[in-house]
């Protein structure tokens, strides 16, 4: 069984910036794709952002130029630098974890992002 925990949300000002990180337990996180999800109110939940095991990343255009994913294989850790937020930023962001080619998928609980216009 694998436990993400998610740290970093906050109240911000538009423009302003925060970073998010999520650890994981266990020992499979460095064969993992990790990805950061978001669900704002009245939303479904959507992908901001993922990046391979190797460290290769992939962004949604929202977040394109803002928004920086990265990780830390030693640690255990993927983070997301969000930059210029945008009110329209504001959601609950979680952590997903992926292992392709297996049903190994997991969920931490979310932290939340309020951007203040």
């Known amino acids: 069984q694998v436990q993400l925990v998610e740290s970093g949300g906050g109240l911000v000002q538009a423009g302003g910036s925060l970073r998010l990180s999520c650890v994981a337990s266990?020992?499979?996180?460095?064969?993992?794709?990790m990805g950061w999800y978001r669900r704002a109110p009245g939303k479904q939940r959507e992908l901001v952002a993922r990046?391979?095991?190797?460290?290769?990343?992939t962004y949604v255009d929202f977040v394109k130029g803002r928004f920086i994913i990265s990780r830390d294989n030693a640690k255990n850790t993927v983070s997301l630098q969000m930059n210029s937020l945008k009110p329209e930023d504001t959601a609950v962001y979680s952590c997903n974890l992926m292992v392709l080619t297996t049903d190994l998928n997991y969920w931490g609980q979310g932290t939340q992002v309020t951007v203040s216009s």
């Open positions: 990046i391979t095991p190797g460290g290769t990343p």
């Open positions: 266990g020992n499979i996180f460095r064969i993992a794709m």
